[in-house]
């Protein structure tokens, strides 16, 4: 796991948190932030499940590597 899987889970709670919070006190412009907030928590974290995805890559063909020597 690394810091933009965290982050990025952290802003998408936020974010729907404060998008039902908006929507309980009746405040569109508060749930259309939260629902910002929420996509933009998982951009982030999609993005950092590819730098993992990435990472184990490459771990997986160093070691294939190695392997063949």
Known sequence: ????????KI???AGEVQEHTGKAIG???QQA???AREMEGKVQKAYGDVKE???DT???VK???NRDR
């Open 33 to 35: 932030k939260g629902h």
């Open 11 to 13: 802003k998408e709670v």
């Open 27 to 29: 405040n569109t412009e």
């Open 53 to 55: 995805d990435i990472k």
């Open 63 to 65: 070691k294939e590597m």
């Open 1 to 8: 796991m690394n810091k933009d899987q965290v982050k990025g």
């Open 58 to 60: 490459a771990k997986e």
